[in-house]
C-alpha cells in the first residue's frame, strides 16, 4: 500500500461524537398524547350560536341560510373564474 494507515488501531481519535441514530426521526422523541375529555369538548357559547337549532332558525328567518350562501359563492366564482 501507499501508505500504512490502520484504521483499527486503538489510538486513534474520533472528532465526531455526536452523530445520532439517521433512522430515528428526531420529531418522535417525545411521543405524543391525544388530547384529553376536557379539552376536546368545544365552548357552550360557540356551540349555541353556531351549530344549534337557534342558529338555524335564526338564519332561516333572516334568509341567510348555508343553501344561499353556497349560491352566492357559486355566482362570485362565476362572475371572477380566477
Known amino acids: 500500500m501507499a501508505n500504512d494507515f490502520r484504521f483499527n488501531d486503538p489510538n486513534l481519535k474520533d472528532p465526531i461524537k455526536d452523530v445520532q ?10 411521543i405524543q398524547k391525544p388530547p384529553g375529555f376536557f379539552q376536546t369538548l368545544r365552548n357552550p357559547m360557540e356551540l349555541l350560536f353556531e351549530e344549534s337549532l337557534p342558529a338555524s332558525l335564526y338564519q332561516w328567518i333572516t334568509g341567510n341560510t348555508k343553501k344561499k350562501q353556497a349560491l352566492d359563492a357559486k355566482r362570485f366564482l362565476q362572475r371572477f373564474p380566477e
Open 21 to 30: 441514530d439517521p433512522l430515528k426521526d428526531p420529531l418522535q422523541n417525545e
